[in-house]
């Protein structure tokens, strides 16, 4: 009760000297006695004033009190808040309710993850060998195709091996062409051997191999052959003559066949000898020049030419750009860095470019001892997945369950593969990973944009009756995918705002502003 304070003043008497005054009598205060009367009747007055207000006060919170609606007391019990609007303001504030619902599903133990690149899938790009930068074709970010360039370098070293190839192909084709003339001509002269063991004429020897070529081993065989021949008929008609050769010159031809029949054995010998010799030689030296080429057509391969490439170098007619390297993308992908710069000399400690392919992507989560009855209880060698800006959940296939336990961190590294043809996923971009079990359980989701906060506590609106709204208090779960866990306060049947619920918001607000 406030005190009132009336403070009255109180008007003090002088005393004037006249001839008519009245004589003070000793003892007496005229003055404070005419105070005293004025005073009493105000403090009267103010007390009844008091009295009245009080009671007054009084009967006015009585009746407030009595009046309070049974409803209120329950919301307040509750910790229920209710907003009533009519249905023009619903549909003018563009509400909309769906009704909740609980359903079973599979018990999903979360982890936290993160995507990587997929390191089976990435190059870094550098130079077979050093050069200056002659141009660069492709910029950061852009996506390539398996073959295309890159960039081209100006690489002497790569003009000197294509001169190599032409020098190359140019000995092994003289060296093949000799090795014919020795393979035609063995042929040939053992044939001729042939016919010399055979014991047939020169007549017919030389009608046999008039038009084949056989170079100086027919000459050198058919003369001794010649020879042997003469010296046997001539001792064959001498020893026939019947004395009339000295048997002196009989000894000497027969000395001079046995003679020639040795010179002829030694020619067909050596002959047959030096053919096949002559062969191997050939045959060696043929096979060194092939070598030369297949070497220098390696090199050309490491600085990323074809085969067919290769195959039609001619850098006498490519002139000054016969030194001109393409460097080229090894595989389909993105190029994500880039530092070839114009002009800039290079070498293969250089890098130029790193391409990923970002179609195929890791999922990589950190997993500890705990978790290690969980992985081996897994159903299948799949794993979940899902982001906070995605409703779906996506599948990654395990490629590695993380057999070694980091020193350090005492955890272990769990790896899956995952396709991400659509781009939505990004590298070192942090996901969810769900390990799913057997056992199910009820879960209630409501979408995060039907959630509210009021003094950092999450609630919902209910719709009871066509205009009647119940805010609910919840304990909220997980978020993912524009969705939200409940996990008290709704038991899955309400029907909740989904939208327009900060006009019930401020209308709740106004109310108990006006309230307090």
């Known amino acids: 009760m406030e005190t009132?304070?009336?403070?009255?003043?109180?008007?003090?008497?002088?005393?004037?000297?006249?001839?008519?005054?009245?004589?003070v009598i000793s003892g007496q205060n005229p003055i404070k006695k005419r105070g005293w009367i004025k005073i009493v009747p105000n403090l009267i007055l103010l007390i009844i004033v008091g009295v009245a207000g009080i009671i007054i006060g009084s009967n006015f919170r009585s009746e407030k009190e009595n009046n309070k609606e049974p409803e209120e007391e329950e919301k307040k019990g509750n910790h229920y808040l209710s907003v009533k609007l009519s249905p023009e303001r619903q549909q003018f504030a563009g509400i909309e309710v769906s009704k909740v619902q609980s359903k079973l599903t599979k018990q999903v133990n979360w982890r936290g993850g993160r995507i990587e690149l997929n390191e089976d899938r990435i190059a870094h790009i550098s130079p077979p060998a050093e050069g200056i930068i002659a141009s660069s074709n492709v910029k950061l970010g852009q996506q390539v195709k398996a073959g295309d360039i890159l960039a081209t370098i100006d690489c002497r070293e790569f003009g000197y091996l294509k001169l190599e190839l032409v020098k190359a192909k140019a000995s092994l084709m003289t060296e093949k062409e000799n090795f014919d003339r020795i393979t035609i001509t063995r042929a040939n002269t053992t044939e001729l051997l042939k016919l010399?063991?055979?014991?047939?004429?020169?007549?017919?020897?030389?009608?046999?191999?008039?038009?084949?070529?056989?170079?100086?081993?027919?000459?050198?065989?058919?003369?001794?052959?010649?020879?042997r021949n003469q010296l046997q008929n001539q001792l064959v008609s001498q020893?026939?003559?019947?004395?009339?050769?000295p048997e002196s010159v009989i000894r000497k031809t027969s000395s001079e066949l046995?003679?020639?029949?040795?010179?002829?054995?030694?020619?067909?010998?050596?002959?047959?000898?030096q053919v096949q010799h002559q062969t191997k030689q050939?045959?060696?030296?043929?096979?060194?020049?092939?070598?030369?080429?297949?070497?220098?057509?390696?090199?050309?391969?490491?600085?990323?030419l074809s085969p067919s490439e290769?195959?039609?170098?001619?850098?006498?007619?490519?002139?000054?750009?016969?030194?001109?390297?393409?460097?080229?993308?090894?595989?389909?992908?993105?190029?994500?860095?880039?530092?070839?710069?114009?002009?800039?000399?290079?070498?293969?400690?250089?890098?130029?470019?790193?391409?990923?392919?970002?179609?195929?992507?890791?999922?990589?989560?950190?997993?500890f001892e705990v978790d290690i009855p969980m992985i081996n209880s897994l159903k299948s060698n799949q794993i979940l997945y899902r982001t906070k800006y995605d409703e779906k959940q996506g599948t990654a296939q395990i490629i590695s369950k993380g057999d070694v336990i980091d020193k350090n961190s005492k955890a272990l590294t769990l790896t899956a593969e995952v396709k991400n043809t659509d781009r939505k996923l990004k590298p070192r971009m942090f996901v969810e990973v769900g390990f799913e079990t057997e056992e199910e359980k009820p879960v209630i989701q409501v979408p995060i944009s039907s959630v509210y906060r009021f003094e950092n506590q999450p609630f919902v609106f209910i719709k009871k009756e066509s205009e009647l709204f119940l805010r609910v208090d919840v304990r909220l779960g997980k978020e993912f995918g524009g969705m939200v866990e409940i996990l008290d306060g709704l038991s899955g049947d309400e029907v909740i705002v989904t939208k327009g619920g900060y006009i019930l918001k401020s209308e709740l607000l106004k109310d108990q502003m006006v309230g307090e």
């Open 258 to 273: 046995e003679a020639a029949q040795a010179a002829y054995l030694s020619a067909f010998e050596e002959i047959r000898f």
């Open 310 to 367: 290769i195959e039609n170098i001619d850098p006498l007619a490519e002139g000054p750009k016969s030194s001109i390297l393409n460097v080229r993308a090894p595989f389909a992908g993105t190029i994500i860095e880039k530092h070839a710069v114009l002009s800039e000399r290079v070498s293969p400690m250089f890098q130029m470019f790193v391409l990923a392919d970002l179609d195929n992507l890791w999922i990589q989560t950190d997993l």
């Open 4 to 23: 009132i304070h009336n403070e009255t003043a109180i008007p003090i008497a002088e005393p004037v000297n006249t001839p008519n005054a009245t004589p």
């Open 282 to 304: 050939a045959q060696l030296k043929l096979r060194e020049a092939q070598t030369m080429v297949d070497i220098t057509k390696a090199k050309l391969l490491t600085f990323g």
């Open 196 to 227: 010399l063991s055979e014991e047939k004429s020169i007549s017919e020897i030389e009608k046999l191999l008039s038009d084949k070529p056989i170079g100086e081993y027919r000459s050198q065989l058919l003369s001794a052959y010649t020879l």
């Open 239 to 245: 020893k026939e003559s019947q004395g009339a050769v």
